[in-house]
């Protein structure tokens, strides 16, 4: 977060770019260093018109440096920024034609919700009458319209956020930066804004860029996701794909908390790659072009395991814990051979629980089993 109580501004000079065409946002290598460690190391992505898309990563993994860049309030080492086929790299924050929603509201405290919202407007000269429309129309879209006249403190956290998201938007720009927008509020408060957050996105048809270190928030509102790690992208892509397709054992364990199992490639089968896993059963993945033989760790997320008789899966194991989570139950599987292996874990609906001891199977669809060298780092 930049330490400043002033809001930056964007410029009227930056056009928006068509809607729903375009690349209004592109970044190519970009460099972040801070006394010899790098933020950020030779990020580049493309964001296409109305995308939302969020940086996805643990604490330290850049991505407020990224988005600080892109937004002009830090200088990067190297690469370059273009919004709207303009190259932005080397431009003030207010010149960018960008929209920010911080973690910090930055509301004015001594100006009502109705002028804190109009303040970009009437920054750029626009009439009056055309100031009433647009706050108005933006306020009344927020569920905002009865608290025109309160000040920032006469409302809750989530409803300063909303003014302060108001406030991006009234002016419209091309894209909106959003860095943990909703950080400093509670679960519940949370989910409705970012159910509004979605709708708005989608009934304006805006370019989205978010900020969170939170895999559901970044799921519940993502076209896509780029997960960071140590300054890198290591997959940019739908949730779906990090879900199914992982490309790092890191983000198969960041997303999906995935099993890894050990073992070693066996063969080339019509349904797949067959893993002949440390614990004596064959695990069917996603075809692999890699020799027989390679030491393997094959990645299953728990909700994509199920259940089957005793010897019928790629393992069978005595259940060592069931735990009800709403309607789903987490149950862990002790593998029957194998002495010191880990236990497998597993999602189910909660009306297919098994019991504490029982003697189970388990399957899962190739589909579904991702598979990793040993090089690979991530863990
Ligand atoms: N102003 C700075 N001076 C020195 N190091 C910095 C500075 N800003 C960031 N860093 C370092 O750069 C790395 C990336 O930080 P950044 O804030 O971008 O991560 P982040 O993923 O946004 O983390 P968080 O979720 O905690 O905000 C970290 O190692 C951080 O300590």
Redesign the pocket.
């Known amino acids: 977060m930049p330490e400043t109580d002033v809001m930056p501004e964007p410029s009227l000079a930056a056009p928006p770019p068509a809607a729903g065409t375009g690349k209004p946002l592109s970044v190519t290598r970009l460099r972040k260093t ?2 010899g ?1 790098t ?2 190391d030779e990020v580049s992505m493309e964001i296409a018109a109305g995308e939302f898309v969020t940086f996805l ?10 988005l600080m860049m892109v937004a002009g309030f830090c200088e990067p080492d190297s690469g370059s920024i273009v919004v709207g086929g303009r190259d932005v790299t080397r431009l003030a924050p207010q010149k960018r034609g960008l929209g920010f929603v911080f973690q910090q509201y930055l509301l004015f405290p001594h100006m009502t919700v109705w002028d804190n919202v109009a303040f970009p407007l009437t920054l750029r000269g626009v009439s009056k009458a055309d100031q009433r429309r647009r706050v108005g129309e933006t306020l009344e879209m927020a569920g905002l319209s009865a608290m025109a006249r309160r000040r920032p403190r006469e409302l809750s956290g989530g409803q300063q956020q909303r003014v302060a998201l108001c406030r991006a938007l009234v002016y419209r720009p091309p894209v909106i930066l959003m860095d ?1 927008p909703l950080g400093a509020l509670d679960k519940k408060l949370r989910d409705q804004l970012q159910t509004e957050i979605k709708r708005i996105q989608q009934e304006l048809g805006l370019t989205v860029i978010y ?1 969170t ?1 939170d895999q559901e928030e970044a799921l519940v509102l993502s076209d896509r996701i780029a997960v ?1 790690r140590d ?1 890198r992208i290591d997959q940019f892509d739908t949730p779906r794909e990090l879900f199914e397709r992982p490309r790092t054992p890191f983000v198969a364990d960041f997303l999906g908390a995935a099993n890894f199992l050990p073992g070693r490639l066996a063969e080339q089968t019509p349904q797949g790659t067959s893993v002949r896993l440390d614990t004596g059963g064959l695990i069917t993945a996603r075809p692999q072009a890699l020799p027989d033989g390679t030491r393997v760790r094959a990645a299953i997320q728990p909700g994509r395991l199920a259940l089957c008789p005793p010897h019928d899966g790629f393992c069978t194991g005595t259940v060592d814990s069931v735990t009800y989570v709403g309607t789903l139950v987490r149950v862990t599987v002790r593998p029957m051979s194998g002495a010191d292996t880990e236990l497998v874990r597993l999602e189910l609906p909660s009306g297919r629980a098994p019991a504490v001891g029982e003697r189970v199977g388990l399957t899962a669809d190739p589909a579904n089993v991702s598979v990793f060298t040993d090089a690979e780092d991530g863990e």
């Open positions: 801070y006394a460690v933020a950020v990563g643990a604490s330290g993994s850049g991505k407020t440096t990224t943990e900020v270190h960071m300054g």
